[in-house]
């Protein structure tokens, strides 16, 4: 059988095939090329190094994911939403576990600045918009959806929970039901605290954020 071309495209493919079956630790140069039946010095000529073949495998990973994230918010608005964006991050770590750990890490800059991490903010933020939040706020929402989604598909991954009755599945919906109560009553924004001699908006922190590649 003849081998697929060599280009980024069939070695990011094979690296993120790698990742999936075998976990994000396993993807080096030298194990792609191997699996690639070429010798380690040819990837150079199509990924700079490690890194970037790395960043190869989030690109890919983030693509996925916002895929998924788009047909499971399309149409819907408010619980049923939160619920879909949710469910959609979880569906993808149990299928995609390596592509997932791929999110997992600090990405280069063209993969936070990509057109998929972009469409990924903007989804999560049409959600949050079904909440009424203010714009400053939901960005706060914004780190809690990541830090709980990534939270628990962490000790989930690892079978911190398989220890105690009842399953996994409920506590998930216990988790979205309490967010969604949570956005519901979101608390007022209260003033910044200023350091003395410092104007308001002018410390530490007032620039806005650029995009990340996860909720």
């Known amino acids: 059988m003849s081998r697929a071309p060599l280009n ?5 493919a094979e690296a993120t095939a790698l990742a999936d079956e075998s976990g994000l630790d396993a993807v080096t140069l030298s194990a792609v090329a191997r699996r690639l039946g ?11 190094d490690h890194a970037a073949l790395l960043d190869g495998v989030s690109t890919v990973a983030l693509a996925d ?10 149409g819907r ?12 991050h979880r569906a993808f770590a149990q299928d995609a576990p390596g592509r997932w750990q ?3 890490r600090r990405t280069g800059p063209d993969v936070a600045a ?8 903007e989804l999560t933020d049409a959600v949050l918009r079904g909440y009424d939040l203010p714009p400053d706020e939901r960005v706060h929402a914004t780190r809690l959806l990541g830090a709980t989604i990534n939270g628990y598909l962490t000790l989930e991954r690892v079978g911190s929970f398989d220890h105690r009755e009842p399953g996994t599945d409920v506590s998930w919906d216990r988790a979205v039901d309490a967010l969604d109560s949570l956005l519901r009553g979101w608390p007022a924004a209260s ?3 200023t350091r003395p001699g410092t104007a308001p908006g ?12 996860a909720p």
Do not use: C, I
């Open 8 to 12: 980024p495209s069939t070695v990011v």
């Open 38 to 48: 070429v010798r380690t010095p040819s990837l150079y000529f199509h990924v700079r």
């Open 65 to 74: 994911l916002t895929a998924r994230v788009a047909r499971a918010v399309a």
């Open 77 to 88: 608005s408010g619980r049923a939403a939160l619920a879909g964006l949710l469910q959609a």
């Open 102 to 104: 791929a999110l997992q």
């Open 114 to 121: 990509s057109d998929a991490a972009r469409t990924l903010v």
């Open 191 to 193: 003033a910044p605290a």
């Open 202 to 213: 002018t410390g530490p922190g007032t620039a806005p954020e650029t995009g990340s590649t």
